[in-house]
C-alpha cells in the first residue's frame, strides 16, 4: 500500500481527515500527535507538528524518517492576498513555496537570501535561496479536481512567514518581495524538507482571512479548515499516480510514479 503523509499546524485542521480515514493514534512518534488511516487503498498519515517553520521542519524531519511516504501534504488555513482572486472559504493550492522573510534588511531595502550568498538547500545541480519547488503537476490536477467538484479554488505561490501580515501595507511590502497568493508560517519549511528527502509535496489550504488590516471579525477558521479537509477527502481517494517529484536523481522538478517502491 502506498503511504502519504499529511501534516497540519493544529488538530482543528486534521480532524475531518481522522475521522473521515479511520485513523487511530500511533503511539512512539517523537513529540507528535499522529494517527494512522486509509483513503484510496493508500495508508494515510495525519499528523500535527505545531505552529511555524521550525515545528513544521522538525516534524516533517521526524516523519519522512520513520515512515518513508510516497507523498508529503500540508494543509490547514492561510491569508489570500487582495487581488489574488480568493475569499474567505476558498481553497489555495500551491504552485510554488517561498521563505519571504529570509534575508537582509539593507540600506536600500529588503533584499533575499541571494545577498547573504549561502543557498537554503544546495544539490542536484541547484542552488535554492527563497524560491522552493512543489509537486507542481500534482497542485495542477488538484485544481482541476477542485473546480470539478464545486470547489472555490485558485492556484498560485506561497509565501511563508514567521511575523503573519496584520497590516495591509505588510501585505504590499511582502508582494513587493515575490509573487504570492496565500500567506502562511509552515509551507516553505516543509517543501524544504521534503526537497532534501526526495518526497513531491502538495500544499492545499483553506482561506481564513484576508491578508489587510487585521480584523478578526472578517475571518472564518472553521470554514476554511473545513473546506480544505473536505475538498483533501475527496481528492486523495482519487489521487493521480504521478506527480513532479523532488527526486534525489536530477533536477528538483523531474517526474516519477508515485506507486513505484
Known amino acids: 500500500m502506498n503511504r502519504i503523509v499529511v501534516t497540519a499546524s493544529t488538530m482543528m485542521e486534521l480532524s475531518l481527515l481522522i475521522d473521515g480515514t479511520l485513523a487511530l493514534p500511533v503511539n512512539g512518534v517523537g513529540h507528535l500527535q499522529v494517527f494512522r488511516g486509509s483513503v484510496g487503498g493508500r495508508e494515510v498519515i495525519l499528523a500535527a507538528t505545531g ?6 521542519a522538525s516534524a516533517a524531519t521526524l516523519l519522512l524518517e520513520r515512515f518513508t511516504p510516497e507523498l508529503m501534504v500540508n494543509t490547514g488555513c492561510g491569508g489570500a492576498f487582495p487581488g489574488c482572486g480568493l475569499s474567505v472559504g476558498d481553497l489555495a493550492i500551491a504552485d510554488s513555496e517561498c521563505f519571504a522573510d529570509e ?5 536600500d531595502g529588503w533584499r533575499g537570501v541571494e545577498l ?20 507542481g503537476d500534482l497542485a495542477r490536477c488538484a485544481l482541476l479536481f477542485a473546480r470539478s467538484h464545486r470547489f472555490q479554488a485558485e492556484i498560485g ?11 495591509a501595507a505588510q501585505a504590499e511590502e511582502l508582494l513587493r ?5 496565500c500567506e502562511n508560517m509552515e509551507g516553505a519549511a516543509l517543501a524544504q524538507v521534503a526537497l532534501i528527502y526526495g518526497v513531491p509535496l502538495l500544499e492545499v489550504r483553506g482561506i481564513s482571512n484576508m491578508v489587510e488590516d487585521r480584523d478578526l471579525a472578517r475571518w472564518d477558521l472553521a470554514r476554511a479548515v473545513s473546506e480544505a479537509q473536505r475538498f483533501l477527502l475527496a481528492y486523495l481517494e482519487e ?3 504521478t506527480a513532479d517529484v523532488p527526486s534525489r536523481k536530477g533536477s528538483a522538478t523531474q517526474t516519477r510514479s508515485l506507486t513505484q517502491p
Request: charged share 15%.
Open 116 to 135: 547573504i550568498g549561502i543557498p537554503v538547500y544546495e544539490g542536484r545541480g541547484e542552488r535554492i535561496f527563497n524560491r522552493l519547488p512543489v509537486a
Open 157 to 167: 505561490p506561497f509565501l511563508t512567514v514567521s511575523t503573519c501580515s496584520g497590516t
Open 177 to 181: 518581495r515575490f509573487p504570492g497568493v
Open 239 to 241: 489521487l493521480p499516480r
Open 103 to 107: 534575508g537582509v534588511q539593507a540600506p
Open 51 to 56: 505552529i511555524g517553520k521550525v515545528n513544521a
